[in-house]
C-alpha cells in the first residue's frame, strides 16, 4: 500500500530522486529543453511537493504543483522505475489535483516531452489534452504542453 503526503523536498532521499529526475532527463533532452525546477525553487511557499511512499515507508516518487496566476503546474513528477505500475502517480496526481483546487485554481498545466510517451499517456488519462505554450515558456520541438480543466 503506498502512502501520498506533502513533505518538504529538502530531505536527502528526495533530493537524491530529483537527480536521478535530472539525470534521466538529460539523457533524453538537452539542458536548454529541461525546464526543471531546483530545490530553492520547490521550498517556496506556492508549490506544494507530494510524495509517494511503500509500506515500509521508502520514497518511490514524488511530485510538485506550483499555484501561481491562477492555475496549478505540475513539475517534478517521477516514479522510480521498479515502482511503475503500482498507483504511484496516480496517487500522486490526485494530490496536486487537490492542492489545486484548495488553491482556488480552475485549471492545471503541464510541460513534458515528446521523448516520454508513457508520461503523455498518463496524463491523458487523467484529463489532460495537448494545448500550446503557456507562462514564460516558448514554443518548442522538444516540449509537449498540456491542460487540464477542473
Do not use: W
Request: charged share 20%.
Amino acid at each position: 500500500m503506498l502512502q501520498i503526503a506533502f513533505e518538504t523536498p529538502n530531505q536527502p532521499e528526495i533530493i537524491a530522486l530529483i537527480a536521478d529526475l535530472d539525470a534521466y532527463q538529460l539523457t533524453l533532452y538537452p539542458p536548454e529543453s529541461v525546464y526543471a525546477l531546483d530545490l530553492k525553487s520547490l521550498m517556496q511557499p506556492e508549490v506544494k511537493f507530494a510524495v509517494a511512499r511503500d509500506a515500509a515507508g521508502a520514497l518511490v516518487g514524488c511530485a510538485a504543483v506550483v499555484l501561481s496566476n491562477g492555475y496549478g503546474e505540475i513539475k517534478r513528477m517521477y516514479v522510480k522505475p521498479e515502482a511503475r505500475g503500482l498507483g504511484a502517480a496516480k496517487g500522486l496526481m490526485a494530490a496536486l489535483e487537490q492542492a489545486t483546487r484548495i488553491a482556488g485554481c480552475d485549471l492545471m498545466v503541464l510541460e513534458t516531452g515528446p521523448a516520454q510517451p508513457e508520461a503523455i499517456a498518463l496524463y491523458a488519462r487523467h484529463g489532460f489534452s495537448v494545448c500550446g505554450p503557456y507562462g514564460d515558456y516558448r514554443d518548442d520541438p522538444l516540449s509537449v504542453f498540456m491542460r487540464k480543466v477542473l
